[in-house]
């Protein structure tokens, strides 16, 4: 099954910065998925991205804080950008594995503090 | 739409049972199951795509009822490794991923 490397699996921020999270899948897949999780919370989708189209954002979350590209079929980036204290939380990438196998695999995960 | 699942925490001796429900208010095309221990990314458990199945993992099994509406996920005689926050992901055809809020199942000797 497909294996998704995330980086960098933490960083500490600070406020009004950016930060830009990778995620390269080791097999090509259509979408992927940017989800955060907050501590103790469940998993909120942020946005689905399609290879050779624009992202597709999740109510509330808009394009210009939370950019994100996908220039080919095993690798996209999520920009957190101006952060705030507000958006310390744990990123996560995902893919779809579809049939035969199905399920999700994710990313181990971005854990962001921000200062 | 987020699948209302429930209870919020468990808290188990070895050897005991437990059974989280996921329900959604419309049909829906899927149900997963996954579990993440603390500090790890979720681990995809299973999935359920019909109505009426049942399906088991060693002695973690889970059904989705007839309307594809609700999935329960069964864990039987549980170990202390079945620890960790249990989550149900629910698809709509042509829809993404949505979680539950979780149930966090603590197993102690």
């Known amino acids: 099954s497909a294996v998704i490397s995330q980086k960098p699996s933490r960083d500490i921020c600070q406020r009004g910065t950016s930060l830009t999270i990778q995620c390269q899948v080791d097999?090509?897949?259509?979408?992927m998925f940017w989800y955060r999780q907050q501590p103790g919370q469940s998993l909120t989708l942020i946005a689905t991205?399609?290879?050779?189209?624009?992202?597709?954002?999740e109510s509330g979350f808009v394009i210009d804080k939370f950019p994100i590209s996908r220039p080919n079929l095993t690798f996209s980036t999520l920009t957190v950008s101006n952060m705030s204290p507000e958006d310390s939380s744990i990123y996560l990438c995902?893919?779809?594995?579809?049939?035969?196998?199905?399920?999700?695999?994710f990313g181990s995960g971005t854990r962001l503090t921000v200062v | 739409q987020q699948p209302v699942q429930s209870p919020q925490a468990v808290i188990l001796r070895e050897g005991e049972d437990a059974v989280i429900n996921c329900s959604s208010s419309?049909?829906?095309?899927?149900v997963h199951w996954y579990r993440q221990k603390h500090g790890e990314a979720p681990v995809f458990l299973m999935i359920?795509?019909?109505?009426?199945e049942q399906k088991g993992h060693e002695k973690i099994s889970a059904s989705f009822n007839e309307k594809k509406q609700q999935s329960s996920l069964y864990l039987t005689a549980s170990q202390l490794s079945y620890s960790g926050t249990y989550f149900c992901?629910?698809?709509?055809?042509?829809?993404?991923?949505?979680f539950g809020a979780g149930t966090r199942l603590t197993v102690k000797p």
């Open positions: 992901g629910t698809e709509r055809v042509g829809n993404d991923m949505r």
């Open positions: 097999s090509q897949v259509t979408m």
């Open positions: 359920l795509l019909k109505g009426g």
């Open positions: 995902s893919i779809d594995r579809g049939a035969p196998n199905y399920g999700y695999t």
């Open positions: 419309k049909a829906l095309y899927s």
């Open positions: 991205a399609n290879q050779g189209s624009e992202a597709t954002y």
